[in-house]
């Protein structure tokens, strides 16, 4: 059984700074989700664009560049380390992606406006070979870039500030923060225990690295299905 670690410091300037920039990722998401709608199939076709790469790259390093900003001289707040122990890190690893492909099944069984795994539209709708080159580039963005910056965000940066509420609080917190930082809404089904999973993980094996490799599988998954569907 696992011990309850004693609660890490509250270190409010740093926390609301955190929290200022989730909330402003998940304003202008939802904004654009709202303002200009998803799914479309332009939208859909984006991971075949070397432009959606190029842009891509310089959100995340203007993200990243902001987290690494608020945990200035912290830099052990992101949890960026080998895990406790690997085989408790595999096995958790493994837990969590069944767990939530199980959990997609379910929910994908239910009768919503739209499926959550087509919500954010950036899904293709199918395989197109002249494209590969541009869709290599976004496997990669999507794949390798997204997964590190945001899991140094929600799992590293945030969870290290909230641990002063406690385990389970602050892995709850984080799972929401993640689930709403998309701009989605029928998605939130997915995303938000999702998001508690890998800060779950992060919890049990005291690193973002497993995280990483997590979300990683599960968005290349996503769209490997997407194309070969």
């Known amino acids: 059984m696992d011990v309850e670690a004693p609660r890490a410091p509250f270190l409010p300037r740093r926390l609301a700074a955190w929290a200022i920039f989730v909330a402003l990722i998940a304003g202008l998401n939802y904004y654009a989700r709202f303002a200009g709608g998803s799914g479309t199939g332009n939208t859909r076709q984006e991971v075949y664009s070397y432009g959606t790469f190029a842009a891509g790259l310089v959100l995340y390093a203007i993200w990243l560049g902001l987290v690494l900003a608020i945990v200035v001289d912290r830099f052990d707040l992101l949890a960026f380390r080998p895990p406790a122990g690997w085989s408790r890190a595999l096995g958790g690893a493994a837990a969590v992606i069944v767990g939530i492909f199980v959990w997609e099944g379910a929910v994908s ?29 976004n496997l990669v963005l999507f794949t390798l870039v997204a997964p590190f910056v945001e899991e140094l965000t929600f799992r590293g940066a945030g969870q290290s500030l909230l641990r002063f509420l406690g385990r389970a609080p602050s892995i709850l917190l984080v799972g929401v923060a993640f689930g709403l930082a998309h701009g989605l809404v029928e998605a939130l089904l997915v995303l938000i225990p999702f998001g508690a999973a890998l800060a779950w993980l992060r919890d049990r094996t005291e690193s973002v690295v497993p995280g990483m490799l997590v979300h990683a599988l599960f968005n290349g998954i996503a769209l490997a299905a997407a194309v070969l569907s």
Request: hydrophobic share 30%.
């Open 109 to 137: 069984t239910l009768p919503l406006p739209e499926s959550p795994g087509k919500e954010q539209g950036l899904t293709p709708t199918h395989w197109e070979p002249s494209h590969a080159g541009a869709f290599a580039a």
